[in-house]
């Protein structure tokens, strides 16, 4: 037997017991919540590709200059 199990007055058992026995309840995610999540994710990545373009052809740009 443990150190805390010996003293009641601690009540470690009993807290984690409470957190177990209620389970947090999830809304269920709808068709409207999974589409705007994926139309977030799609702008996200759409973005970053247009960043890398533009990089990209500062780049070449630049490297147009230094050779002209």
């Given at each position: 037997m443990r150190a805390l199990d010996r003293k009641p007055w601690l009540g470690y058992?009993?807290?984690?017991?409470?957190d177990r026995a209620k389970p947090k309840k999830q809304k269920p995610v709808?068709?409207?919540?999974?589409?705007?999540a994926a139309l977030k994710a799609n702008m996200g990545r759409r973005k970053a590709q247009a960043r890398a373009r533009s990089a990209d052809s500062k780049g070449l740009a630049a490297d147009n200059q230094d050779k002209g």
């Open positions: 058992r009993r807290a984690m017991a409470e709808t068709r409207e919540d999974r589409l705007k």
